[in-house]
């Protein structure tokens, strides 16, 4: 039996749980949520960092400091003020998305920043930044993800991290959620995340279902998501009206270029090729959703063909990495819509699937393909180490599946 002293207390703390914040989701709803990384252009000397609260901030803002100094109190963070938006979502609600980029970091120095507000702070996570020069690095390549979000996604994730928990950054190829205008399947994506996009910058690229069905859309109302934009924060130095959506970037002797392959493709051909004319780097890798050598059934767009493969010709891009067909291919290196001799560059164009949504491979160009799966989930390792690029396809049970290296002065592929 309680005795009196013991029944009041168990009453007001009662009262506390049920009367009192829900701690759990921060102050007000001011707990930042849905926490993201991103590569800048520039990211030996800065990074990217968006989230959103359900209720408005009054002075979001952003602290960075070396990992290393954490915990010295003589030392304390830089503290960077949001930008603020607000976005509807389709059930009519309100949420708040903010943004920092933090600038002139030191190159290659472990970091550890958080974003919140006074009263409700994020926990501290730790990324590193690039070097300004040509060193190894890694990073991992998903397909597309789009069904199994709840399911399979974590899954996929965890396993990419235990493969290579050392990566730079992953780089998603589009499609990450089914429907693009829903905010549930955003969450889903998150959520499969969890802290992982806190410490890993994410770059991603814009695939068909990050925009509305054209089927059923008027061309004028094809645009990009409104959840694009508030939260990512991406590079915005692609042709105009396509920022954050196509941009390039430089990551330790390797020039990044992503593509938007929904909209624009023409003037994103000619702002490609301007870009890469000026690139001194000895790697190029460039990342589309749609593939240029379909191996879907019931689909086949050649305007890929036409319009960008020049581009890949003209300045020998090494990698071309793509979604879209929910299968995985890998072609020979090919210049001219043709495999090269063994001494002669091309470009590998490799098409992959990330999610537990399948189509049935198609024949139409075997002629160009060195390898195809189908029916199964995968995720990929590049690692570029100066003169040499390897390649490492892994199944969801972290099998390797396939691989190849490209040796740079050699001048040839080794399988």
């Not at 209720?55 to 109190?73: C, N, R, V």
């Not at 992982?196 to 925009?211: D, F, I, K």
């Amino acid at each position: 039996m309680l005795n009196k002293i013991q029944s009041v207390f168990l009453a007001i703390l009662i009262l506390l749980v049920w009367a009192g914040p829900d701690l759990s989701l921060g102050h007000a709803g001011n707990h930042p949520q849905r926490i993201i990384l991103n590569l800048t252009e520039t990211p030996y000397n800065s990074c990217a960092v968006t989230w959103r609260t359900s209720k408005l901030s009054e002075e979001p803002m952003g602290e960075i400091i070396p990992a290393a100094d954490l915990l010295d109190t003589s030392k304390t963070p830089e503290t960077c003020t949001a930008k603020s938006s607000v976005l509807i979502t389709g059930n009519q609600t309100s949420v708040y998305h903010y943004s920092v980029v933090f600038k002139g970091l030191k190159p290659g120095t472990l970091y550890a920043c958080r974003v919140g507000s006074e009263h409700s702070w994020s926990p501290w996570s730790q990324f590193r930044t690039a070097v300004n020069r040509p060193e190894s690095f890694s990073f991992v390549y998903f397909g597309d993800i789009q069904k199994g979000l709840f399911s399979m996604c974590p899954q996929v994730f965890q396993a990419a991290f235990q493969k290579d928990p050392d990566a730079a950054f992953w780089l998603f190829i589009g499609d990450m959620v089914n429907n693009g205008e829903d905010d549930r399947e955003w969450g889903d994506f998150f959520s499969a995340l969890g802290w992982m996009s806190r410490t890993v910058p994410q770059v991603l690229t814009a695939g068909n279902h990050e925009y509305p069905d054209p089927r059923i859309t008027p061309p004028e109302q094809h645009r990009i998501t409104p959840f694009w934009r508030p939260q990512f924060t991406l590079p915005e130095n692609g042709p105009q009206g396509l920022g954050e959506t196509a941009y390039c970037f430089e990551y330790q002797g390797a020039f990044f270029v992503v593509l938007n392959g929904n909209e624009k493709i023409e003037e994103q051909a000619a702002w490609m090729a301007s870009c890469l004319s000026k690139n001194q780097l000895p790697w190029v890798i460039a990342a589309v959703h749609q593939p240029a050598y379909s191996i879907s059934k019931h689909r086949d767009t050649k305007d890929y063909q036409k319009i960008f493969v020049p581009v890949f010709d003209r300045f020998s891009v090494d990698l071309v990495l793509q979604g879209h067909d929910h299968g995985y291919a890998r072609t020979a290196p090919l210049k001219h819509h043709k495999p090269v001799g063994d001494d002669e560059p091309g470009t590998i164009y490799l098409i992959s699937n990330s999610g537990a949504k399948f189509y049935s491979v198609s024949s139409r160009y075997d002629h160009l393909m060195e390898k195809t799966m189908s029916r199964n989930i995968w995720f990929h390792t590049i690692q570029i180490n100066r003169n040499t690029l390897s390649f490492k396809a892994y199944n969801v049970a972290k099998e390797m599946v396939d691989s190849f290296v490209i040796q740079k002065h050699m001048k040839s592929i080794k399988k």
